[in-house]
């Protein structure tokens, strides 16, 4: 089942021969990421553009099929011109063990779905076999994937990055690919202040204005219950006339769902349009693959 709000204008810009498709957190749900990525594939290209794909972060953990997700990011230029996964907390977390950090952080956070999708009887094991046993199980390529991932990508006026910006703190701080990331303020786990400032993410070089940058995030689910049960939910992803930031965590953690935005340029101008696919069926029978105007 495929949702969508109607496409709008918004304030930023980007280069014109530039077509982007960003997903949010997807934690394991390999169902509704095959469904988002067969509307892209169904989705006629602008003409003389090139297609990105910019996953957001957190593909791991909680959901059923965390390694689904993974071979399908990973596979992901099949449907783009240009993919970028960045990391979110979530891999990070799981970096941290994969480098000898105490396990429970991960383990308490969702990573207990990636291990027993990998080996139901992980538990009896000695713990430097259950590290080799994810490294091993690991879709080829994926961690060193993570380890030279940026923090954030910048498109013309937008910020992609895994949870969002401190708007008391210097850019190129806060933004520090390696900076320790189990603190509340990081780009990878940050909500407030973040999620509530109107002041703008334009940078002027000693503190943040209202301009045209938008941030885009995950991270904090915009979407707090079945999508399917409320379309119209998908409205509260749409932060940009108040806060200058679309947040497109769609529930995942929580529902077999997730959120993306198609992002393009039309005519001098920047469009947006937001998506959402689910994993379940309608109360009244399954839908699968049919579009739903959710406004």
């Not at 091993?136 to 380890?147: A, C, K, M, S, V």
């Not at 991270?219 to 940009?240: E, F, N, Q, S, Y």
């Amino acid at each position: 089942m495929i949702l969508n709000l109607p496409s709008r204008q918004i304030p930023c810009s980007i280069p014109d021969d530039t077509e982007l498709f960003i997903i949010g957190d997807i934690h394991g749900r390999s169902l509704a990421l095959s469904r988002c990525l067969s509307e892209i594939a169904r989705t006629p290209t602008v003409a003389d553009t090139r297609r990105i794909i910019v996953l957001l972060g957190d593909l791991i953990d909680r959901g059923p099929d965390s390694l689904g997700v993974i071979q399908q990011a990973m596979e992901a230029h099949n449907y783009a011109d240009l993919v970028h996964i960045l990391p979110g907390n979530h891999e990070l977390m799981m970096l941290d063990v994969l480098d000898g950090s105490r396990n429970s952080l991960w383990l308490l956070n969702g990573g207990m779905a990636v291990l027993d999708e990998l080996n139901p009887e992980w538990r009896g094991m000695a713990w430097r076999n259950v590290i080799k046993m994810v490294r091993d199980g690991l879709p080829d390529g994926f961690e060193q994937r993570l380890r030279d991932a940026p923090s954030h990508l910048v498109i013309g006026d937008l910020l992609c990055v895994h949870a969002g910006l401190h708007p008391d703190r210097l850019p190129e701080q806060h933004l520090l690919r390696d900076r320790p990331h189990a603190t509340p303020d990081h780009w990878a786990t940050i909500r407030y202040p973040a999620l509530n400032w109107r002041g703008g993410w334009d940078w002027n070089g000693r503190y943040y204005t209202w301009g045209n940058r938008v941030v885009i995030h995950g991270h904090t689910p915009a979407v707090r219950c079945a999508v399917l049960d409320d379309p119209k939910v998908l409205r509260d992803c749409d932060g940009i006339d108040e806060y200058r930031a679309l947040c497109l965590d769609g529930g995942a953690s929580a529902y077999d769902q997730i959120a993306w935005a198609r992002i393009w340029r039309d005519g001098g101008e920047t469009r947006l349009q937001i998506y959402a696919a689910s994993g379940a069926p309608r109360a009244d029978g399954d839908l699968y693959g049919e579009n739903f105007d959710a406004n």
